[in-house]
């Protein structure tokens, strides 16, 4: 027995149900849930098989607590986003959110693309609290950003912060999920040359005339 499953079999049923959550993630984290079983899972953790239903109802709910656990990890690695409302300049922190978000995108995608034909474990993880920004999600904490610089002045009085924040986050989708579809490996994926400085010019600048 490993001195890991072995303190969490002393801890009790929630230490051993957070055992098997890390388990289950760390399958995801190396291959993606594609094909992964009940089995898979078990041995991971080094438990029979029989003892993941002890404190699930099905492998959906595993699967979901463990993408839940799998998205967190991997915005933590990418360590805190320096960006405060009035420092440095909107563009260069939009840059940053923007530079964020993608490789947020790709490294959590590829765990998702297996799920496409899982809709049952995509709705439990919709139900559980979303995991990135705190809770809050990407695109809220970035019209959060964005309205506290317009209360600075610091874009236009007008400006639909909510439509901007959405066309950006929207922007990280549409870059990384289609590669992902198409099969490329997370290895495979390439942002292309300007699409950040682009983007966010754009946006900062509109498109009608002026």
Not at 154 to 173: E, F, K, N, S
Request: aromatic share 2%; with cysteine.
């Amino acid at each position: 027995m490993s001195p890991r499953r072995a303190a969490a079999l002393r801890g009790g049923d929630r230490d051993l149900r957070e055992h098997l959550i890390a388990a289950a993630e760390r399958l995801i984290a190396r291959r993606g849930t594609a094909g992964l079983t009940v089995r898979d899972i078990a041995r991971e953790a080094q438990v029979a098989d029989g003892v993941l239903y002890n404190h699930f109802g099905d492998k959906e709910e595993l699967l979901a607590q463990a993408l839940h656990a799998h998205v967190r990890s991997a915005e933590r690695a990418l360590g805190e986003l320096a960006v405060r409302p009035g420092g440095d300049t909107v563009e260069r922190n939009l840059r940053a959110y923007l530079d964020r978000g993608l490789a947020l995108h790709a490294a959590i995608l590829p765990a998702f693309a297996g799920l496409l034909a899982r809709p049952d474990t995509l709705a439990r993880l919709a139900a559980l609290p979303n995991p990135m920004a705190a809770g809050r999600g990407l695109r809220s904490e970035l019209a959060d950003y964005l309205r506290a610089e317009r209360d600075l002045g610091r874009l236009a009085p007008d400006a639909d912060v909510d439509v901007a924040a959405t066309m950006l986050i929207g922007a990280c989708h549409e870059l990384i999920l289609p590669r992902l579809l198409r099969g490329e490996s997370a290895a495979e994926l390439r942002i292309p040359p300007g699409f950040v400085d682009g983007l966010v010019a754009t946006v900062l600048a509109g498109i009608g005339p002026h």
